[in-house]
């Protein structure tokens, strides 16, 4: 991409198993998540130049990705996500060059992430996350004649598990 007056941004995204349930009622979740593939890869390749606006690249995989939002009296919640592939890999490969604005590249990749939220006063949870596999995020930068700021971030995680319980004062 050359000579845009704006902004340029793009994205990538790799996903093995992906699950979100959202309930307003009496709820029981079982989610198993098996992941065995050779690889789940999310790769940018750009080159950028002469660009008046700003520039973003974001890539991303995961390998088991599970959310639940409840909002009952009773939910309980099995969660087991298993990650076995060989690569879950992010990679944003970038030269960029004459930018008038600001440039942001991202890159993550997770093994096994899961996130609960729920107001119910009686909310039992059981989240079993197994990784073998080699996580892997790169961000490979060339720049040159930066009008504004660069920020630039990358993460590998095994396993992510964020849990928000939470009471209405009923």
Known sequence: MHGAHGDVAGQSVAGG????????????????????STTIDS????RIGDIGGSVGYTSQSVCNSAG??????????RSNQECHSIDPSSTVNAKIYNIGGDIGLASSSVGN???????????PLRTN??????????VNANLSNVGGSVAATSSAIGNNAQIIHYSTGN
Do not use: C, G
């Open 113 to 123: 992430t899961f996130e609960e939220d729920t107001n119910a006063p009686n909310a």
């Open 17 to 36: 198993n992906v699950i979100d349930i959202t309930t307003m009622n009496d709820t029981h979740v079982l989610n198993n998540q098996y992941n065995k």
């Open 129 to 138: 996350q197994i990784n073998s596999s080699f996580v892997h995020s790169t």
């Open 43 to 46: 790769t940018i390749n750009a």
């Open 68 to 77: 639940v939002s409840t909002d009952p009296t009773t939910t309980a919640v």
